[in-house]
């Protein structure tokens, strides 16, 4: 078993007894633990807003083809008839339409 010099000691307890280094630590643990901004809540904030970015990624995707749908809709008649035949089901006065559903569970 190892003995601690005593001369380190009494520099440890010094240490501990100086104000100054009391209040540092006193300082560091509130603003670590007890903060409004403390380091648990600095890391869900980054997750969120992490989270955040992402969503507004997917949304500027879905915007952007939204938009070049919109363009090919508007400006080529053969794109907005295959649109509506094919979202909204939509047929000629001489046609019929039959819409074939796969089920989910088959893997055919």
């Known amino acids: 078993m190892k003995f601690i010099d005593p ?4 520099r440890l307890i010094a240490l501990f007894g100086n104000k100054f ?23 869900e904030y980054h997750q969120q807003v ?8 997917f949304y500027e995707k879905e915007t952007n ?3 070049k749908d919109l ?9 907005l008839e ?3 035949r094919e979202k909204y089901l ?3 006065d001489n046609e019929d ?12």
């Open 71 to 79: 363009d090919e809709l508007t400006s080529n008649p053969r794109k």
């Open 21 to 43: 280094f009391l209040v540092t630590v006193a300082f560091v643990v509130w603003m670590i633990f007890f903060d409004k901004n403390d380091l648990l809540s600095r890391y």
């Open 50 to 57: 992490e989270k955040l970015k992402q969503e507004r990624d």
């Open 65 to 67: 083809k939204v938009t």
């Open 7 to 10: 001369a380190k000691m009494k």
């Open 97 to 108: 339409v039959f819409v074939v559903v796969k089920e989910k569970g088959n893997k055919e």
């Open 82 to 84: 295959k649109f509506a």
């Open 90 to 92: 939509m047929k000629k």
